[in-house]
């Protein structure tokens, strides 16, 4: 199949401005999509379970009646994996074991440290008490994606984990069920969209209020999270998939090709790009793409992503390569070339860095341990994968001996004063020992 990805070159000019235009990229909606959005969200809000059922009536084409349909519970979910089979599940454990060991080296403990004066500063951690998984499951079922959700949320020591996933027309993923089950997830609800997350934000008679919502979802629930912020927390607002690869031009160019589909077949609005010094190897790779797109079951997701959003961009060195590398911010950045640990050191900006020919970004996806839930569209500049961390939050801690506090009042009052804040600074000079 002729596939028509576009083609760049480094040294071409405006290549800068094309490469701009090749990643700009929307992740929150157009103004149809906000409004329909924002009434879900407020009708969720005034009229509780009687709007989420009646939504996931007309949007999932369910036939709800009561809110009490909404909820799996445990027992259903062990019934399920027992209907997955036995090597699925056994997959299943050991990606959560991974997964769960890797994130509990992200564990960061309380700390605190004495002055000589015996005053004691420090910070303490916290899991958050209630915490809402949001699974996609509108267009594909992502059972791994409930793993890297929960499990962060569990070594975290997260109180309660609630889960929601869609389930168009009534169907229900075992799969999924099994990995909720596997993972340790306290209760599910059949319910997904933007009426799923306002559910979560304010609570409903069935459906518990949480104090952090995460996890990937389609424009609706992008949306419904953007807007719920404030209410309660977020992880962050995740856009289509994306890979990029540096390839020197050594590895074998069916696997760059399949990597560059792995992402391609998500979504038409994902996004795959190599770089290269080797433009020999750039037309290998495209022909091992034209050949292998006809093995394929989602050849037309993969050949839609990559005509709309997917490129070849040469360049003159790997130098050259890593800096736009860095521009690029990707989800995924695979460096398929020779010594990737002393290329990592130039990179700044990536969700996820698989370094290495026999690293592929697939492996990351499921088991290698890191999160796979992972900034998008260019967000890698300021934020991290989902981890331990955004189930935790922090408290100062400050305890102040006598001489400690008088020590700080000297400091305090003035500063006090030049703001005009008379009751702080008497708050203060109350605790300056008589005699310092
Ligand atoms: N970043 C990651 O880690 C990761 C992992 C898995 C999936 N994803 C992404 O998550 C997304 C999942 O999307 P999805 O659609 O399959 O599932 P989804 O669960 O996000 O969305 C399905 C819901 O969208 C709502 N909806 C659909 N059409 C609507 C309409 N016209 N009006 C109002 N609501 C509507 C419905 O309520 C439905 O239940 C994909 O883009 C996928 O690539 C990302
Ligand atoms: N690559 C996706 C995140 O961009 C996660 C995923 C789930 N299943 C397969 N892949
Ligand atoms: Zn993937």
Same mark, same amino acid.
């Given at each position: 199949? &002729?596939?028509?990805?576009?083609?760049?070159?480094?040294?071409?000019?405006?290549? $800068?401005?094309?490469?701009?235009?090749?990643?700009?990229?929307?992740?929150?909606?157009?103004?149809?999509?906000?409004?329909?959005?924002?009434?879900?969200?407020?009708?969720? $809000? /005034? &009229?509780?379970?009687?709007?989420?059922?009646?939504?996931? &009536?007309?949007?999932?084409?369910?036939?709800?009646?009561?809110?009490?349909?909404?909820?799996?519970?445990?027992? +259903?979910?062990?019934?399920?994996?027992?209907?997955?089979?036995?090597?699925?599940?056994?997959? /299943?454990?050991?990606?959560?074991?991974?997964?769960?060991?890797?994130?509990?080296?992200?564990?960061?403990?309380?700390?605190?440290?004495? +002055?000589?004066?015996?005053?004691?500063?420090?910070?303490?951690?916290?899991?958050?008490?209630?915490?809402?998984?949001?699974?996609?499951?509108?267009?594909?079922?992502?059972?791994?994606?409930?793993?890297?959700?929960?499990?962060? !949320?569990?070594?975290?020591?997260?109180?309660?984990?609630?889960?929601?996933?869609?389930?168009?027309?009534?169907?229900?993923?075992?799969?999924?069920?099994?990995?909720?089950?596997?993972?340790?997830?306290?209760?599910?609800?059949?319910?997904?969209?933007?009426?799923?997350?306002?559910?979560?934000?304010?609570?409903?008679?069935?459906?518990?209020?949480?104090?952090?919502?995460?996890?990937?979802?389609?424009?609706?629930?992008?949306?419904?999270?953007?807007?719920?912020?404030?209410?309660?927390?977020?992880?962050?607002?995740?856009?289509?998939?994306?890979?990029?690869?540096?390839?020197?031009?050594?590895?074998?160019?069916?696997?760059?090709?399949?990597?560059?589909?792995?992402?391609?077949?998500?979504?038409?609005?994902?996004?795959?790009?190599?770089?290269?010094?080797?433009?020999?190897?750039?037309?290998?790779?495209?022909?091992?793409?034209?050949?292998?797109?006809?093995?394929?079951?989602?050849?037309?997701?993969?050949?839609?992503?990559?005509?709309?959003?997917?490129?070849?961009?040469?360049?003159?060195?790997?130098?050259?390569?890593?800096?736009?590398?860095?521009?690029?911010?990707?989800?995924? /950045?695979?460096?398929?070339?020779?010594?990737?640990?002393?290329?990592?050191?130039?990179?700044?900006?990536?969700?996820?860095?698989?370094?290495?020919?026999?690293?592929?970004?697939?492996?990351?996806?499921?088991?290698?341990?890191?999160?796979?839930?992972?900034?998008?569209?260019?967000?890698?500049?300021?934020?991290?994968?989902?981890?331990?961390?955004?189930?935790?939050?922090?408290?100062?801690?400050?305890?102040?001996?006598?001489?400690?506090?008088?020590?700080? !009042?000297?400091?305090?009052?003035?500063?006090?004063?030049?703001?005009?804040?008379?009751?702080?600074?008497?708050?203060?000079?109350?605790?300056?020992?008589?005699?310092?």
């Amino acid at each position: 199949m &002729n596939l028509n990805i576009r083609e760049f070159s480094s040294s071409s000019d405006g290549f $800068r401005s094309d490469l701009e235009s090749l990643l700009a990229w929307d992740s929150v909606s157009d103004a149809g999509v906000q409004k329909a959005v924002a009434d879900i969200v407020e009708q969720v $809000r /005034l &009229n509780g379970d009687q709007a989420v059922i009646e939504f996931t &009536n007309r949007f999932d084409r369910r036939h709800v009646v009561s809110s009490s349909e909404l909820e799996i519970t445990r027992e +259903e979910l062990a019934l399920a994996k027992g209907r997955v089979s036995a090597e699925l599940v056994a997959s /299943l454990e050991a990606a959560a074991k991974r997964v769960h060991d890797y994130h509990e080296r992200q564990k960061q403990p309380s700390w605190q440290y004495q +002055e000589n004066d015996g005053t004691v500063l420090g910070q303490k951690v916290t899991p958050l008490d209630r915490v809402g998984v949001y699974v996609p499951g509108g267009k594909a079922a992502y059972p791994s994606s409930v793993l890297m959700n929960v499990m962060p !949320a569990k070594v975290a020591g997260v109180g309660e984990i609630i889960m929601v996933v869609p389930t168009p027309d009534g169907l229900v993923n075992d799969i999924v069920l099994a990995a909720a089950y596997i993972a340790g997830v306290d209760r599910v609800f059949t319910i997904g969209g933007a009426q799923a997350v306002a559910a979560l934000a304010y609570g409903t008679a069935t459906i518990p209020k949480v104090d952090k919502i995460v996890g990937p979802g389609n424009i609706y629930v992008a949306t419904a999270k953007k807007m719920v912020f404030g209410v309660v927390g977020i992880d962050m607002i995740a856009g289509p998939s994306e890979i990029l690869v540096v390839c020197d031009g050594k590895t074998d160019p069916d696997w760059i090709a399949m990597d560059l589909f792995s992402q391609a077949e998500h979504d038409e609005d994902a996004q795959s790009i190599l770089i290269s010094p080797d433009m020999a190897f750039i037309k290998e790779v495209k022909a091992s793409m034209e050949r292998l797109i006809e093995t394929q079951s989602r050849k037309d997701i993969i050949k839609a992503s990559l005509e709309g959003r997917g490129a070849f961009i040469h360049v003159e060195n790997m130098d050259e390569a890593m800096d736009i590398a860095n521009v690029v911010a990707a989800e995924h /950045l695979e460096l398929s070339i020779d010594e990737p640990e002393k290329w990592v050191e130039k990179i700044r900006h990536a969700g996820a860095i698989f370094m290495g020919r026999h690293t592929p970004e697939a492996l990351g996806d499921y088991c290698a341990g890191p999160n796979h839930v992972l900034p998008t569209s260019g967000t890698a500049r300021f934020s991290s994968p989902l981890g331990v961390y955004d189930f935790q939050k922090r408290s100062s801690l400050i305890y102040c001996s006598p001489e400690g506090a008088s020590t700080l !009042a000297k400091i305090a009052s003035p500063l006090a004063r030049g703001e005009s804040l008379e009751a702080h600074a008497m708050s203060a000079e109350y605790r300056i020992l008589k005699d310092s």
